[in-house]
């Protein structure tokens, strides 16, 4: 079945550090790509999104390319800061779900240090 | 206006013990859905609704039942409550099933 795999956390960096949190995933077709954000203590916000190959999702200063020939959509950000720290989650609606609804990775933990 | 809202948003209690959470959603949406986030964040997709009727059941003890009373509201019962069930326990909802989801701020739920 479809299935997202995320890099395992926690990952720890420095402010203004440059951040890539990986992921790649398993799907039929072309599923939509999401990346959500869970701040302490809230539930997951939608980060950015992108639905076909090539769409680059960007908000708040991160960025997220759907790359179909790796089956990637990896996270960056140039310049991170305390704020964002956060688990991050990647997700994707399959192309031909039915009543299948997201599938979402495992999380990754990050945590930025001034 | 809290686009999706749960209460109680801290529960704590004996085991053994039926208690309930409550979901609420403004934004229109058709579907709703329940997820369990264990302590290390894994996100575990429970049960969803569209528009009342149940979509997904996923491997959940029976325990656990949920109730749609409308296509705006949708509740969690657990009974006979026990240690692991502690959890936090998030509300979504999204229009169709394949649709990005908005969630809940979380119910932290302990069992002692």
């Known amino acids: 079945g479809d299935s997202v795999t995320q890099m395992e956390g926690p990952v720890t960096l420095s402010e203004e550090a440059f951040l890539t949190i990986n992921c790649t995933y398993t799907a039929t077709g072309y599923p939509s790509l999401f990346w959500y954000v869970q701040y302490p203590g809230e539930g997951l916000q939608l980060l950015l999104k992108a639905t076909k190959a090539d769409d680059k999702g960007s908000n708040k200063g991160f960025e997220a390319t759907y790359r179909k020939e790796t089956t990637s959509f990896h996270l960056e950000k140039g310049s991170v800061q305390v704020s964002d720290s956060a688990v991050y989650f990647c997700a994707l609606s399959a192309a031909n779900s039915g009543n299948t609804p997201l599938v979402f990775g495992k999380g990754t933990r990050l945590s930025v240090i001034a | ?112």
Not at chain 2, 14 to 28: T, V, W, Y
């Open chain 2, 1 to 112: 206006d809290t686009a999706v809202s749960q209460t109680p948003k801290y529960l704590v209690t004996q085991m053994g013990n039926d208690k309930s959470i409550k979901c609420e959603q403004n934004l229109g949406h058709d579907t709703m859905y329940w997820y369990k986030q264990d302590s290390k964040k894994f996100l575990k997709i429970m049960f969803s609704y569209n528009n009342k009727e149940l979509i997904i059941n996923e491997t959940v003890p029976n325990r656990f039942s949920p109730k749609s009373p409308d296509k705006a509201h949708l509740n969690l019962h657990i009974n006979s409550l026990e240690l692991g069930d502690s959890a936090v326990y998030f509300c979504a909802s999204s229009q169709e099933v394949r649709d990005e989801q908005f969630f809940g701020p979380g119910t932290r739920l302990t069992v002692l």
